[in-house]
């Protein structure tokens, strides 16, 4: 189990964000993630506990016109909608109550710190905290390294932390695991969705330098054979 370091102390209250039965812990709990390629019918995402139990999937959208992701539990109920806004300078992600993307079941709001960054931060605002001047929560780490923070509003205090898990067995099928650790009393399906968030953030941040990489390509390659033309 890890193991946080940090001069803060740890929370000793319930932090509900979901729901309380997501935070009825009085103990770190670890939960294991496994990444797969993501289907149009089916999601990228499985969340174990420590004995392999299913605690979540993840459906996704990619046919929709919001980037769209929802957050099941084993049994398939829905818990929370995670939908991105169209129109989004700092990648705002919207995450509303079971299948509803109405302004009245929105539970938090989550956006990058700025625009530009070497390493991803995010800041997370409650759905109360409309003027948005300091975040509830921030999410600080590195998706390549699949390592991050989570800490409580703009503070020292970490609620959760992402770790990379390597077995044998990921690099043979090609499924990337990674290990999240949840401080007591900290609501774990919330925790989840911010990393689920992340994911496709940092997916669609490394598809557009993909993309403008083909293009740089292509234009180069187009120069030279004017340029060889033109001999």
Request: aromatic share 8%; proline share 3%.
């Amino acid at each position: 189990m890890a193991h946080f370091s940090g001069s803060s102390p740890p929370v000793t209250y319930p932090v509900s964000i979901i729901s309380p039965h997501f935070c009825a812990h009085n103990y770190p709990i670890d939960l294991a993630i496994v990444r797969k390629v993501m289907t149009i019918t089916d999601g990228n995402f499985v969340v174990q506990d420590i004995n392999g139990n299913i605690l979540f999937k993840v459906k996704g959208a990619l046919l929709s016109i919001h980037d769209r992701r929802v957050l099941i539990d084993a049994a398939g109920n829905p818990i929370v909608t995670l939908r991105r806004k169209a129109v989004s300078a700092h990648d705002r992600w919207q995450v509303f109550r079971g299948e509803s993307t109405e302004p009245g079941d929105l539970i938090f709001t989550v956006k990058r710190s700025s625009m530009f960054q070497l390493k991803t931060k995010l800041d997370v605002f409650l759905a109360n905290n409309t003027k948005e001047n300091v975040c509830d929560f921030k999410v600080k780490g590195s998706w390549l390294e699949r390592s991050c923070v989570i800490y409580a509003g703009d503070s020292s205090t970490i609620v959760a932390q992402m770790h990379k898990k390597h077995t044998a067995q990921s690099i043979l099928i090609g499924k990337d695991h990674f290990m999240v650790t949840v401080n007591p009393n900290i609501d774990y399906a919330f925790i989840i969705s911010l990393i689920v968030i992340l994911d496709a953030i940092n997916s669609a941040a490394a598809a557009a330098a993909g993309a403008a990489g083909a293009a740089g390509s292509s234009a180069a390659a187009g120069a030279a054979v004017a340029a060889g033309g033109g001999c």
